[in-house]
């Protein structure tokens, strides 16, 4: 276990960064009057649920960690002569998250998208896969067996059990705008129009365009091209060895990763990176790939937990004056 002193930074991690709106929604979970025990602090649970993902700790591990440690029963919440919060009332508040986290990630969005200058972003989509808690079912190899939502689909290593978190990230900033969880047999086509349009969405309700959409080649379908040409968004997305053959001066990548084409499309593409290290971040740094739910709703809340601890990251690193920090999840974590 870490000294105590270690978790400093997580108190300066909740007190750099505005939750009220998170802590309002999460209120909104339980009955405020009437009949019935009142609810456990609401607040320190949705810190609580903060916790558990900054440090990739199931509920069982949290509540012995958090129950043992000054710093990290402050973050929660928890008063001195107060007991931990229980596994059942942990367990239960993040089943009612589902109902709420979607709209506390697309609110702080905003808030951050807002203190961005540039009127128009770009914006760079990607698919990140998770594998599921669950093996695969005996008699249908393709699904899960206590996960019956899980897919068999394409994964680092050959074809995995799990699912596919797609995102859209700000270069530079590089916080996420919109998500969308999906069974990992599903491709990028599928979802591309739904995770531009909340990216788009999020923009639109900070006052802000899109200028320029970044993505790789499982992102090509003619459909989803005009769509941006219709919105008047640049796409930069390279062509498949299979789409328009032997047509020159169009973006391509071959199988070293080497970009080939126009000049200004490769310098634009190479903002893409800005995808992996989001994903490196959350995979590595966050419970993102330590999947302990089961079920695409329950999956998709654990993503946007996940998501939303990335900007938190971001916002507190502007907001103490240290945006050095805005990308470092270790810097508020150890």
């Not at 019935?36 to 320190?44: K, T």
């Not at 810190?47 to 402050?74: D, F, H, P, S």
């Not at 596919?164 to 047999?185: D, F, Q, R």
């Amino acid at each position: 276990m870490l000294r105590q002193d270690s978790y400093e930074t997580i108190n300066a991690l909740f007190g750099g960064v505005d939750l009220s709106l998170a802590h309002g929604l999460a209120r909104s979970l339980f009955h405020e009057d009437g009949p019935g025990r009142p609810p456990r602090r609401p607040e320190g649970l949705m810190n609580m649920a903060l916790v558990m993902n900054l440090k990739g700790w199931g509920i069982r591990q949290a509540i012995r960690e958090v129950g043992g440690n000054e710093r990290l029963r402050e973050a929660c919440l928890i008063q001195e002569d107060e007991e931990v919060y229980p596994r059942s009332v942990v367990s239960r508040f993040i089943r009612r998250l589902e109902k709420v986290i979607q709209a506390i990630f697309e609110g702080e969005v905003v808030q951050l998208l807002k203190r961005i200058k540039a009127r128009r972003l770009v914006a760079v989509l990607d698919a990140i896969f998770q594998k599921a808690w669950s093996r695969r079912d005996p008699e249908n190899s393709r699904v899960g067996f206590s996960d019956k939502d899980a897919r068999v689909g394409k994964a680092p290593g050959g074809k995995k059990l799990g699912y596919k978190a797609h995102l859209a990230t700000i270069p530079g900033h590089e916080i996420i705008i919109a998500l969308v969880t999906a069974s990992a047999n599903q491709n990028e086509k599928r979802h591309a129009e739904a995770l531009l349009e909340r990216a788009e969405g999020a923009l639109r309700s900070a006052g802000k365009g899109l200028k320029r959409a970044i993505a790789d080649s499982q992102f090509s379908f003619e459909a989803f091209r005009k769509s941006l040409a219709g919105k008047d968004v640049e796409a930069i997305i390279p062509y498949p060895a299979n789409q328009r053959k032997g047509e020159r001066g169009l973006l391509r990548v071959d199988k070293k990763f080497r970009t080939h084409g126009p000049y200004h499309q490769r310098l634009k593409y190479r903002e893409r990176i800005a995808a992996e290290h989001v994903g490196a971040r959350l995979k590595l740094h966050t419970a993102f790939n330590r999947l302990k739910v089961r079920g695409l709703s329950m999956v998709e809340t654990h993503d946007l937990v996940s998501a939303l601890c990335l900007n938190l990251i971001w916002e507190a690193a502007h907001n103490l004056g240290i945006p050095r920090k805005a990308r470092s999840i270790t810097y508020f974590n150890t």
